[in-house]
Antibody
């Protein structure tokens, strides 16, 4: 059974940093691209970042470029999102999702709240 | 403002057929990139409903169907049921942005 479990969310002050993790199981993690997608309270889905299976290709939404860094460790079946210079508008549930042009599996999400 | 445009809300009575539209541009849907649809029930993660314009993942009832034409795509639900009440999102890829794009979502209300 495919499982994606996010962790690392929490309350952080504006300008602070947070590192999200996503533990994958039930599939060959090293064969798939992965995405981070977020959803602000009461709002729609927003793509944040993508990383290819071998980390050769990495893409970011303009809203997070220069502040967020996506990475993965295929040996640990894990995906990460390092978030720096956090802003109030980064407050959202962050989902990791397996990606093959579409996302067929999603984690349950982890809530990041940026507030003073 | 989402790159893909969806109506904010759609409603229908049980048993009826409803459709959801998703309008893009020449850099995403019109460029030939596939459209995918997700269903998000309240308080849960999105679930893949339709992939590659018209394909249903295993376990998705055939009441759900998708199509694509030009710069737009649509999702249809026939035989509407109360449990279909959810938010529906379309997704594609945009070559100008070099990234995944979502529609703003459509909230389905079953009357």
């Amino acid at each position: 059974e495919v499982q994606l479990v996010e962790s690392g969310g929490g309350l952080v002050k504006p300008g602070g940093s947070l590192r999200l993790s996503c533990a994958a199981s039930g599939f060959t993690f090293s064969s798939y691209s992965m995405n981070w997608v977020r959803q602000a309270p009461g709002k729609g889905l927003e793509w944040v970042s993508s990383i290819s299976s071998s980390s050769s290709y990495i893409y970011y939404a303009d809203s997070v470029k220069g502040r967020f860094t996506i990475s993965r460790d295929n040996a640990k079946n894990s995906l990460y999102l390092q978030m720096n210079s956090l802003r109030a508008e980064d407050t959202a549930v962050y989902y990791c999702a397996r990606y093959s042009g579409y996302s067929d599996y999603w984690g349950q999400g982890t809530l990041v709240t940026v507030s003073s | 403002q989402s790159v893909l445009t969806q109506p904010p809300s759609v409603s229908g009575a049980p048993g009826q057929r409803v459709t959801f539209s998703c309008t893009g541009s020449s850099s995403n849907i019109g460029a030939g990139y596939d459209v995918h649809w997700y269903q998000q029930l309240p308080g849960t993660a999105p679930k893949l409903l339709i992939y590659d314009n018209s394909n249903r993942p295993s376990g998705v009832p055939d009441r759900f169907s998708g199509s694509k034409s030009g710069t737009s795509a649509s999702l249809a639900i026939t035989g509407l049921q109360a449990e279909d009440e959810a938010d529906y999102y379309c997704q594609s890829y945009d070559s100008s942005l070099s990234g995944v794009v979502f529609g703003g979502g459509t909230k389905l209300t079953v009357l």
